[in-house]
């Protein structure tokens, strides 16, 4: 597949080292290119633009107060966008109101799966993810059929399995889990042992 970075920090890097392990071939763009990362994972580089038109899925991973702005002028209308940003404040609330970011990114045309949010980086960097035997599950919510089944591909290449987890219109609650997690993690507290399994 071709993917098209926006962003050249840990998620980028992290997503972008395992996918080209699996064959895929990047384009990374960021603001100043040419991005060290791209060197090392021997991609591409290019404009936010270039990059959109190049990737069949497109990863956004800058920082969720530049993601609109980002996207707008990558011009990703009718491409897959994988959004894996938080738009979490450092006292863990979120920084949206009424509409989740993975909706207000969806208002550019852009077939948006919710997806990544809600590991760290470093779980990420994992190969594969497999916490008590089992391989981590990553929630995934989104519209668009083609786009979430591209997008399951790409999470079964990590290692993981894809769970769609409901429409766009649930991405609110990613955003929300993601805030509410953070703060649990930042107050020393074992979130995985919060959720024992049904039954
Ligand atoms: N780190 C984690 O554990 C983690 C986990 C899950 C989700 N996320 C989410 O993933 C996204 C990326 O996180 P990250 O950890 O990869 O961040 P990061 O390491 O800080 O990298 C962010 C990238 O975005 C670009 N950037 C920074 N400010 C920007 C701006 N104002 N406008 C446009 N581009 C800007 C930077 O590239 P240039 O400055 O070179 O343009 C940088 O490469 C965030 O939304 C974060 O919430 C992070």
Same mark, same amino acid.
Request: aromatic fraction near 4%; hydrophobic fraction near 30%; proline fraction near 10%.
């Given at each position: 597949m071709r993917i098209g970075i926006l962003g050249a920090g840990d998620m980028a890097e992290a997503l972008g080292t395992q996918w080209t392990r699996q064959g895929h071939e990047l384009m990374i763009a960021t603001? +100043?290119? *040419?991005a060290p990362l791209a060197t090392r994972l021997e991609a591409r580089t290019g404009s936010y633009a270039e990059a959109a038109a190049f990737g069949q899925v497109l990863l956004l991973a800058v920082p969720a107060a530049a993601a609109l702005d980002v996207l707008t002028e990558a011009g990703a209308a009718g491409r897959t966008v994988i959004d894996c940003t938080n738009p979490v404040a *450092? =006292?863990? +609330?979120? +920084? +949206?109101? =009424?509409?989740?970011l993975a909706e207000q990114l969806a208002t550019t045309g852009a077939h948006v799966v919710k997806a990544f949010n809600l590991c760290h980086v470093d779980t990420w960097r994992l190969t594969p993810p497999v916490f008590a035997d089992r391989p981590l599950a990553v929630p995934l919510c989104g519209d668009d059929p083609t786009a979430l089944a591209q997008v399951q591909t790409l999470v079964r290449d990590l290692g993981c399995d894809p769970v769609v987890a409901g429409p766009l219109s649930r991405a609110g609650l990613l955003e929300a889990t993601a805030a509410f997690v953070i703060g649990l993690w930042m107050r020393g #507290? =074992? #979130?995985? #042992?919060i959720l024992p399994p049904l039954g």
């Open positions: 603001r +100043t290119n *040419p *450092p =006292d863990w +609330t979120l +920084t +949206t109101k =009424d509409i989740s #507290a =074992d #979130a995985q #042992a």
